[in-house]
């Protein structure tokens, strides 16, 4: 099935295999369509934000998207939440078996790992490759070594784990574009701030969490047990500047695709926002989140201006 061919989010309809006996689907289109209904299952059990800003993506861009979140959070899922009795060599086995087999889909275009498919075919069908692929693992994989980030180390982990992403989705963005090069060479620079900048609130937002359940400390020089009204401030500037540098670009963006790039940002400013104006001890002490009605509010707002 060919990438405009792919079809809408969603669970596969009932009568799938009849389908297939009619003819109406070959066999290998069922398993192309259950791969990404899982895929956008991931979507909805593990993040709201992100879902409610992908529905606004214009089809098969939302698909590519959805499918290339699905194996963001699987590897996240694998050193963020290993089981009760899990061991971190375990937990390395699992993130090569599951780098190797995005290298062995890549290649081929077929995976008994549902979330890996859904991923290889879009990887195919945008121009993903490994050039973008590993340097995400590697940084998934430096999770379960390292607890402290110098300034060297931080900028290859955020490119590694968030501006990747960022320009993985810029492929999807620009699928089927008569000048789809050029465009991305011209927007790698946005779309790497944008991804970089909501990996470093999701960072300031999770300080607690990351510190004392998973011992990590990710921003270079932080004493987390120290943490004052100057470093909030040090560190929502860096992350507002890279918001500036995304917006910049962002209505460059294909308008399939530029409604929720809009959407995305506003929500992370909102964050930003809300954190600045939250006591230090505070975000030491629990999650900043948005709440759903405000959610709401910004995600419509942002619409309105990403259709201009």
Same mark, same amino acid.
């Given at each position: 099935?060919s990438?405009?061919?792919?079809?809408?989010?969603?669970?596969v309809?009932?009568?799938g295999?009849?389908?297939?006996?009619?003819?109406?689907?070959?066999?290998?289109?069922?398993?192309d369509?259950?791969?990404?209904?899982?895929?956008?299952?991931?979507?909805?059990?593990?993040?709201?934000?992100f879902?409610?800003?992908?529905?606004?993506? %214009?089809e098969?861009?939302r698909?590519?998207?959805?499918?290339?979140?699905?194996?963001?959070?699987?590897?996240?899922e694998i050193?963020?939440?290993?089981?009760p009795d899990?061991?971190r060599?375990?937990?390395a086995?699992?993130?090569?078996?599951?780098q190797?087999?995005?290298h062995?889909?890549?290649?081929?275009?077929?995976?008994?790992?549902?979330?890996v498919h859904?991923?290889?075919?879009?990887?195919?069908?945008?121009?993903?490759?490994?050039?973008?692929?590993?340097?995400?693992?590697?940084s998934?994989r430096?999770?379960?070594?390292?607890e402290?980030?110098?300034?060297?180390?931080?900028?290859?982990?955020?490119?590694?784990?968030?501006?990747?992403v960022?320009l993985?989705?810029?492929?999807?963005f620009?699928?089927?574009?008569p000048?789809?090069?050029?465009?991305?060479?011209?927007?790698?620079?946005g779309?790497?701030?944008?991804?970089?900048?909501?990996?470093?609130?999701n960072f300031?937002?999770?300080l %607690?969490?990351?510190?004392?359940e998973?011992?990590r400390?990710?921003?270079p020089?932080?004493?987390?047990?120290?943490?004052?009204a100057a470093?909030?401030d040090?560190l929502?500037?860096?992350?507002?500047?890279?918001?500036?540098?995304?917006a910049?670009?962002?209505h460059?963006?294909?308008?399939?695709?530029?409604?929720?790039?809009?959407?995305?940002?506003?929500?992370?400013?909102?964050?930003?926002?809300?954190?600045?104006?939250?006591?230090?001890?505070?975000?030491?002490s629990?999650?900043?989140?948005?709440?759903?009605?405000r959610?709401?509010?910004?995600?419509?707002?942002?619409?309105?201006?990403?259709v201009s």
């Amino acid at each position: 099935m060919s990438a405009a061919a792919t079809p809408p989010l969603g669970p596969v309809p009932d009568g799938g295999r009849d389908a297939v006996a009619d003819g109406a689907l070959a066999p290998y289109e069922l398993y192309d369509q259950v791969a990404e209904a899982t895929a956008a299952l991931v979507i909805k059990r593990y993040s709201t934000s992100f879902g409610m800003a992908s529905r606004l993506l %214009a089809e098969p861009v939302r698909t590519h998207v959805c499918n290339v979140y699905a194996l963001v959070r699987v590897a996240d899922e694998i050193v963020d939440a290993p089981r009760p009795d899990g061991r971190r060599a375990h937990q390395a086995l699992l993130l090569d078996g599951l780098q190797d087999d995005v290298h062995a889909a890549l290649r081929s275009g077929h995976s008994a790992n549902l979330v890996v498919h859904a991923f290889a075919r879009t990887a195919r069908a945008v121009g993903i490759g490994t050039d973008l692929v590993d340097p995400f693992f590697a940084s998934m994989r430096t999770d379960l070594f390292r607890e402290e980030h110098d300034e060297e180390s931080f900028a290859a982990y955020v490119y590694g784990s968030a501006e990747v992403v960022g320009l993985m989705c810029l492929r999807a963005f620009l699928v089927g574009r008569p000048d789809a090069e050029r465009e991305y060479v011209e927007l790698r620079g946005g779309a790497r701030r944008l991804g970089a900048a909501f990996q470093k609130v999701n960072f300031l937002r999770d300080l %607690a969490a990351d510190c004392d359940e998973l011992g990590r400390s990710y921003f270079p020089g932080l004493d987390v047990r120290r943490f004052d009204a100057a470093d909030r401030d040090r560190l929502l500037d860096d992350i507002d500047a890279d918001l500036a540098a995304a917006a910049a670009v962002v209505h460059r963006l294909p308008a399939g695709s530029r409604r929720a790039v809009c959407a995305a940002h506003a929500l992370f400013a909102e964050l930003s926002k809300r954190l600045r104006q939250t006591p230090p001890e505070q975000i030491r002490s629990r999650r900043v989140r948005v709440p759903g009605p405000r959610k709401a509010q910004v995600i419509a707002r942002a619409v309105t201006r990403g259709v201009s």
